[in-house]
């Protein structure tokens, strides 16, 4: 089945009398939402999972298959670390163990700045222990996939924020950042979201 998605043209205001325009990809959220869900594992399905996490998880399941790490760092396994304050950790259960690319995903959490050197990805609900900053300077000397919701995540830096909004899950994507990361994105990932420069 074949999905054809429409390309809006945003014109910022500041550009207005310049004549540039600012073309930013997009795809209708109930479109995304349904391919990432058809492509994601088995979902647990006992009720223990709201709608919120499941969709989280299978964004970031489907993210792994769109990025390829350097030669160097090429993984035997794919690690999520996922760092947070302890008190509104995402769950990412559901994925914990599947396989994605012959590689098996294992979830972690991080509670220190040593364990980011085990990741391949990294889920910030919080920066515990350090800044954003300190979280991005390691994860590029280490070649991590930085992935968050916090606002403004892609501007300082991060490479992947996933934004929920009125019950919809959009994403944008720093090219920058990734690149400095070592990191490289399929065209296809890169089409379906809204490209941020910053950081």
Sequence with gaps: MTYQTKQ??????????????????????FILVLVLLLQA??????????????????????????VEWPNA???EQL???????????????????????????EVRTISSRSDLAECNLLFIAEAQGMTL?????ESKNESILTISEI??????????????????MRFF???????????TLSSQLLKMARIVEGG
């Design 73 to 75: 760092e090429e993984p």
């Design 133 to 137: 900053q300190d979280a991005f300077a």
């Design 173 to 183: 994507i720093n090219r920058e950042a990734a690149d400095e990361s070592g990191l």
């Design 151 to 168: 606002d403004g995540f892609c501007s300082q830096g991060g490479i992947i924020q996933m934004v929920p909004r009125r019950g919809k």
């Design 79 to 105: 690690v999520l670390g996922v760092m947070s304050d302890g008190f509104s950790t995402p769950d990412f259960s559901s994925i914990d163990g599947k396989t994605v690319r012959d590689l098996r995903l």
């Design 8 to 29: 809006t043209t945003v014109t910022k205001r500041s550009d207005r009398n310049h004549g540039h325009r600012t073309r930013v990809h997009t795809m209708p959220v």
């Design 41 to 66: 594992p088995t979902m647990a399905s006992d009720g223990t999972n709201n709608t919120q996490d499941l969709i989280r998880a299978a964004m970031v399941y489907n993210f792994c298959k769109f």
